[in-house]
């Protein structure tokens, strides 16, 4: 009688989906032929890191009282007009707990907006870069002659330490990836900006310790992607890796890129360096037998450009998404030291990031030739 009870339990638990062999098949990391299989059906993607010349941050861009759909369809169609057809573009978990409703009815206006321009972003939900204290309302004006002067956080420095706010956290990405969990206008799900980052800016006073946020990042970065899996997206899941000795072999690297290679269904990395790094961490990766797409590169002065890196990565025919696309209010167009020394008087010689002026012509008309070029436009 006991085998019999037993038997009908767990019926009944794979019928409720509570069972947890039932949620494993629901939710597992997706195999290798899925993962091939999908990026065979897309075309090769190239893209920028996409935020609106009128916002200085996620926030800005998202918030009601500064979200500019025209603004947005003006930029994206200039995008378009170039052959991109993807755009990584940031969330923030303060937009779900300020308006979850507006924030969901937003994202779709987006969607529609890069749809209609043949675009499918790759959405971000955390990032660890810049200012770890984020807050809701009016973002302060950008820096003058500073590099990202505005960006924040997601979770802020307070949440990521304060265990108690996890469960909004969960609400956060489960209400947002659950909501477009079967849209295919989305192309895929990046669950945190390199996770455990202390790059970008001067925010010491205000950062967690880095024993203290390393820890917390690893215990909360497989736990994201869980939360996320349990919606049972159609889209994959990713994080980026931004700092690989390819000196080592794939079990060398530190824990939280273990975690992002280990969970990742598309391999996605950063590169800001010469072709031949470029080269070389993209034959490491290959590794991994996933699909490998680059969701940031192309910084001027320091080796990365499109002229050098955007020809590898068709040949290779790894996705190719730059930082930055027109000119505006985060003014990456400054390179990084700008945060020593502000460009205030003058123009940097060259510019750092960014594809397109404000108005929309190219900083640099023979890059937007050659994306043209190689993207077929």
């Known amino acids: 009688m006991k085998i019999f009870k037993s038997i009908f339990m767990a019926a009944f638990l794979v019928v409720l989906g509570l069972c947890p062999s039932a949620a494993w098949a629901q939710t597992a990391r997706w195999s290798e032929q899925k993962a091939n299989d999908w990026y065979a059906q897309q075309p090769w993607l190239v ?10 941050n996620e926030l800005e861009m998202w918030q009601e ?5 025209a603004q947005i ?6 995008a378009e007009a170039m052959g991109m057809n993807t755009m990584r573009v940031f969330l923030h978990d303060l937009l779900w707990q300020q308006d979850a409703a507006g924030f969901r009815k937003r994202m779709d206006q987006f969607l529609t907006i890069a749809s209609r321009h043949h675009i499918r972003p790759l959405l971000v939900l955390f990032d660890s870069c810049w200012d770890p204290l984020p807050r809701l309302g009016p973002q302060h004006a950008p820096v ?12 802020g420095a307070k949440a990521l330490a304060d265990s108690s706010q996890y469960p909004r ?19 895929g799900w990046d669950i945190w900006n390199e996770p455990g980052s202390y790059g970008g800016g001067d925010y010491a006073k205000s950062e ?10 690893t215990a909360l970065l497989p736990q994201a992607f869980a939360w996320a899996r349990e919606m049972n997206p159609s889209q994959p899941l990713t994080s980026g890796v931004w700092d690989i000795d390819t000196s080592k072999d794939e079990s060398a690297p530190d824990e939280i890129e273990r975690i992002q290679l280990r969970e990742s269904d598309v391999i996605t990395f950063h590169n800001y360096s010469w072709p031949e790094s470029f080269k070389s961490e993209v034959a490491w990766l290959r590794r991994f037998h996933r699909p490998v797409i680059c969701t940031e590169y192309m910084a001027r002065s320091v080796g990365s450009t499109f002229d050098a890196i955007l020809p590898i990565a ?22 990084w030291e700008s945060w020593q020394h502000p460009y205030v008087h003058d123009q940097p010689p060259v510019w750092f990031h960014e594809v397109l002026r404000s108005d929309g012509t190219p900083y640099r008309q023979a890059e ?8 077929g436009k």
């Open 208 to 217: 967690l310790k880095e024993p203290d946020k390393i820890g917390r990042v």
């Open 73 to 78: 369809d003006r930029e994206l169609g200039w």
């Open 144 to 155: 003058p002659g500073v590099h990202n002067s505005g960006w924040v956080q997601s979770p």
């Open 314 to 335: 068709k040949q290779e025919r790894v996705g190719a998404i730059n930082w930055g696309f027109v000119a505006g209010k985060t003014q990456t167009y400054f390179p």
């Open 368 to 375: 937007v030739d050659l994306i043209r070029q190689l993207t």
């Open 169 to 187: 956290l969960k609400a956060y990405v489960q209400g947002v990836v659950g909501a477009f969990a079967k849209d295919d206008r989305i192309l």
């Open 47 to 56: 893209g920028s890191n996409y935020v609106p010349k009128s916002a200085i």
């Open 65 to 69: 009282a500064t979200f500019d759909p």
